[in-house]
């Protein structure tokens, strides 16, 4: 089966920057992705690592290391509307996106 | 492109009632998913089609719940017999399933169930 383990919470003030980590367990490994959800919003999608290494969207970056079973989601210039619940999510070895519990960043002025 | 589309927003149920979801996905999108999700926790995978055909189905899932894709657009979901556990967000979403562009999930704003 799979399961991901991610911090429950993270405060941060604005301009921070921020790293929301993720560990992940999975039979067969096609992928790490990274969603967000506003309160009362649907999660919409931030990034996808399928190798190892940094991609960067912007003030948002995810990083992958497929040997640690390891990735982070990292956000720059924090702005309040980044307050949000994020989750990382892996697909193993069936087609389903199984979902991590979240992590809730609270953005502070 | 009107997004993934839930109905209805919101239900209320008593104990023991059925109820039905429905989803109407992205219109180019081949694969549909169901999650249900509760407060403070992620998304808890349910059910997933890929067309017509319902390839994976979760081994939590009762066999209270049951969901179709008749002709592998629209989709519904079923839960018979609602127990009050059943109370969370239904969460609908789709994606292309080509490649890289799998992992891009489109989530529809859910079904609130509520069972009193």
């Known amino acids: 089966g799979q399961s991901l383990e991610q911090p429950s919470e993270v405060t941060a003030v604005e301009g921070a920057i921020v790293q929301i980590n993720c560990t992940y367990q999975?039979?067969?490994?096609?992928?790490l992705s990274w969603y967000q959800q506003h309160d009362g919003g649907a999660p919409t999608f931030l990034s996808y690592?399928?190798?190892?290494g940094l991609e960067e969207t912007g003030r948002f970056s995810s990083f992958l290391s497929r040997s640690d079973s390891y990735g982070y989601l990292l956000l720059q210039e924090l702005q309040m509307k980044d307050s949000a619940s994020y989750f990382c999510?892996?697909?193993?070895?069936?087609?389903?996106?199984?979902f991590g519990k979240g992590t809730t960043l609270s953005v502070s002025s | 492109d009107t997004g993934v589309s839930q109905n209805p927003r919101h239900k209320i149920t008593k104990r023991g009632q059925n109820v039905t979801f429905r989803c109407d996905p992205i219109?180019?999108?081949?694969?549909l998913y169901w999650y249900r999700q509760t407060l403070g926790q992620g998304p808890e995978f349910l059910t997933y089609?890929?067309?017509?055909?319902?390839?994976?189905k979760s081994r939590l899932l009762s066999d209270r719940f049951s969901a179709e894709r008749p002709k592998g657009s629209f989709s519904t979901l079923e839960i018979q017999r609602t127990e009050q556990g059943d109370s969370a967000m239904y969460l609908c979403?789709?994606?292309?399933?080509?490649?890289?562009?799998?992992?891009?999930?489109?989530f529809g704003s859910g079904t609130q169930l509520s069972v009193l």
């Open positions: 979403a789709s994606s292309l399933g080509s490649g890289g562009s799998n992992e891009k999930l489109f």
């Open positions: 999975t039979s067969g490994f096609y992928g």
């Open positions: 690592n399928a190798l190892d």
């Open positions: 999510a892996v697909r193993g070895a069936g087609t389903a996106l199984i």
């Open positions: 219109s180019e999108h081949n694969r």
């Open positions: 089609f890929q067309n017509e055909a319902q390839l994976e």
